[in-house]
């Protein structure tokens, strides 16, 4: 399977800031996908990431609140602007690749205070 | 739509004796079903997946799912449960590789 990086893996954040999670994969992906775990709740489909092109967001997501970024075929960023509280979360970006299936990264840890 | 319902928020068993970890699906194709596990503090594990091939799916650690079209169901079960099984399994539907959670069950495996 593939080998995702996820960076950061943890952070703290003020509210109204901004922060934006990298997720690096060792080979290139067919599609690329990012997802949020609310705390003791399960995951939540956020957008997926097209490369080229702008994302394609779910119900209840959009691009001012989480612009997603696809330079190429091996990498992504997702950016949780204007944090607040509510956005304390794990996200975790979901590969798919044309040999091996699904993979998902090790998740980067996010607390608003 | 594609949704998944998982029956149970929590399961309590006995060490040595079997799991059943409920789950039903709703889906306009035919899935692609799924069970991850979490442990705490952990990532996901992919424990098994169903695309289309036989009915009853093994997976790793003792665990196994059957499919069952009529009922619309993917239930996970184990003969014998293990104080290392104890964890948060989520049952997900595929489309168009775009994964859909169920809210989860936690197992809890008492001595």
């Known amino acids: 399977s593939a080998v995702i990086s996820q960076k950061p893996s943890r952070d703290i954040c003020q509210r109204g800031t901004s922060l934006t999670i990298q997720c690096q994969v060792d080979?290139?992906?067919?599609?690329m996908f990012w997802y949020r775990q609310q705390p003791g709740q399960s995951l939540t489909l956020i957008a997926t990431?097209?490369?080229?092109?702008?994302?394609?967001?779910e119900s209840g997501f959009v691009i001012d609140k989480f612009p997603i970024s696809r330079p190429n075929l091996t990498f992504s960023t997702l950016t949780v602007s204007n944090m607040s509280p509510e956005d304390s979360s794990i996200y975790l970006c979901?590969?798919?690749?044309?040999?091996?299936?699904?993979?998902f990264g090790s998740g980067t840890r996010l607390t608003v205070v | 739509a594609q949704s998944v319902t998982q029956l149970d928020s929590h399961v309590s068993v006995s060490e040595g004796t079997p799991v059943l970890l409920r789950c039903n699906y709703s889906s306009s194709y035919s899935p692609s079903l799924f069970w991850y596990v979490q442990h705490p503090n952990k990532g996901l594990q992919l424990l098994l997946k169903?695309?289309?091939?036989?009915?009853l799916v093994k997976g790793i650690n003792g665990f196994e799912a059957e499919f069952k079209k009529s009922e619309t169901s993917f239930h996970l079960t184990k003969p014998s449960a293990h104080m290392s099984d104890a964890a948060e399994y989520f049952c997900v539907v595929s489309y168009f590789n775009k994964f859909y959670f169920g809210s989860g069950t936690k197992l809890n495996v008492k001595p």
């Open positions: 979901s590969v798919v690749g044309d040999n091996y299936g699904y993979t």
């Open positions: 080979s290139q992906v067919t599609m």
């Open positions: 990431a097209n490369q080229g092109s702008e994302a394609t967001y």
């Open positions: 169903y695309t289309s091939a036989a009915t």
